[in-house]
C-alpha cells in the first residue's frame, strides 16, 4: 500500500475525511442512519474511488467532473444531517471544511485537464 506521501493530496484529503466521517455517520439514529448515512458512506467511497480511477485514466477530465458532481451530492446531504439537528455546527463546518479543501483540489486538477486555449 502506498504511503501518504507518495499519495496525491486530494486523495489523502478525501481518505482522511472518510477517517473521520464513517464513524460518525454510524452512529446515526436508525431512521437516518440506513437511509441518508449509508447514502453519504457510499457517496464518500464512490469519490475516493473515482479520484484513484482519474489518476490512473487517460482520459481524467470525465472522472474529474463525475467527481464533481458526486462531492455536490454529498455537501447537499450533509446539510440535510445538519437541518435535521443530526450533525452540530461543530461537526458540520469540520466536513464542510473538508468537502471545500477536497472541491478545491478536485477544481485545479480540472483546469489543469482542460485544454489550453479552451476559453473555459
Known amino acids: 500500500m502506498s504511503t501518504k506521501s507518495q499519495e496525491l493530496p486530494i486523495i489523502q484529503k478525501t481518505y482522511d475525511l472518510i477517517k473521520w466521517y464513517v464513524p460518525h455517520l454510524n452512529k446515526l439514529p436508525r431512521n437516518h442512519k440506513f437511509v441518508l448515512g449509508d447514502r453519504i458512506a457510499a457517496g464518500l467511497y464512490d469519490v475516493m474511488e473515482s479520484l484513484i480511477q482519474a489518476r490512473y485514466s487517460r482520459d481524467k477530465l470525465i472522472h474529474l467532473n463525475e467527481i464533481n458532481t458526486k462531492l455536490e451530492i454529498l455537501r447537499y446531504q450533509t446539510r440535510l444531517l445538519h437541518d435535521f439537528n ?24 480540472i483546469r489543469q485537464q482542460k485544454p489550453s486555449g479552451s476559453g473555459v
Not at 93 to 102: R, Y
Open 86 to 109: 443530526l450533525l452540530d455546527i461543530r461537526r458540520f463546518e469540520f466536513v464542510s471544511t473538508g468537502f471545500n479543501e477536497i472541491g478545491k483540489e478536485l477544481g485545479g486538477w
